[in-house]
């Protein structure tokens, strides 16, 4: 997935769980900071393990409402991830990716996006497609 697919994402889930978005949307892009690190991208940082640390974390340092937003944002990368070829290695340090590759990337951050702006319209005409009677 491409970040502007992770970011979007993220922001409908912290709309929808009334959560911090500008949180939600930083934690979403983390994990991909594995690509500018000399460490093997989709691992520690594409981790449960590492999600709950950093969780954690910011529980500690920023309160409940904070961390909640981060694992939203945070694992939404994850979710999303699943669906590519390579997958996540969830339970880092296991060796054992998750993957569940049902479309091409191109597809799948095209659908990704359709849905999220479809449900962002949503959220603005309130009558878009699911109307309230």
């Known amino acids: 997935m491409i970040g502007f697919v992770h970011s979007l994402f993220s922001l409908v889930l912290a709309i929808v769980f009334n959560l ?5 949307v930083v934690a979403s892009l983390l ?16 981790s ?5 640390l950093v969780s954690l974390l910011f529980r500690f340092r ?3 409402k904070h961390a909640s937003a981060f694992a939203v944002g ?3 990368h994850l979710f999303l991830d699943i669906f590519s070829k390579t997958g996540v290695k969830l339970f880092w ?4 990716s998750f ?18 702006l479809v449900f962002l319209l949503n ?10 009677d």
């Open 99 to 116: 993957s569940l590759p049902l479309m091409s990337s191109n597809t799948a951050n095209l659908s990704v996006l359709v849905i999220c």
């Open 62 to 64: 920023f309160g409940k």
């Open 20 to 24: 911090n978005p500008a949180v939600a």
């Open 93 to 96: 340090p296991v060796d054992y």
């Open 31 to 46: 994990p991909d900071v594995d690509i500018i690190l000399p460490i093997q991208h989709r691992e520690i940082f594409h």
């Open 74 to 76: 945070f694992s939404s």
């Open 123 to 132: 959220m603005q005409t309130k009558s878009f497609i699911f109307r309230e």
């Open 48 to 52: 449960v393990l590492f999600m709950v």
